[in-house]
């Protein structure tokens, strides 16, 4: 026990004869007009499409039509189905339906389901995202 003691006093003594007698130019940059620094953009330049804003929200949901997407994962559609009672009554007006995707990606164009999705989303006022984890 005493002999790591020891160890551990010549050790951090060592250390700090070592900073308080060595020149302090490796311990802190100098102020030097060489000294040149490059920034790099971390955004890059890979997407050419503009950026735009949000779409507008909606005032109120009473005598429109509102889809609830519910993705893949197991709990999205029972989450939708809840919503969509609870919506039901408090806007007995409106209407609510929801499209269950059963892939991870179901904007692809070329597929049936993008072209399903894609005249799903024309014929809502807003949609509301459900994630089932």
């Keep these: ?3 790591s003691r020891i160890f551990w006093i010549l050790g951090i ?4 004869t070592t900073l308080i007698l060595s020149p302090s130019s490796w311990l802190f940059a100098e102020d030097s007009p060489n000294i040149q620094y490059e920034v790099l953009n971390p955004w890059g ?6 950026l735009r ?3 507008p929200r909606l005032d109120d949901l009473s005598g429109k039509k509102i889809g609830l997407f519910a993705n893949y994962k197991r709990a999205a559609v029972p989450i939708a189905l809840s919503l969509k009672e609870q919506l039901e009554s408090k806007y007995p007006d409106s209407k ?4 269950q995707s059963d892939q991870w990606n179901v904007i ?5 389901n993008g072209e399903a999705f894609k005249k799903w989303v024309k014929g809502n006022d807003a949609v509301i995202l459900m994630v089932g984890d």
């Design 45 to 50: 330049e890979a997407d050419p499409k503009p």
């Design 96 to 99: 609510f339906n929801v499209y």
């Design 1 to 3: 026990m005493h002999g």
């Design 53 to 55: 804003g949000i779409s």
């Design 108 to 112: 692809e164009i070329e597929t049936e």
């Design 13 to 16: 003594s060592a250390i700090l």
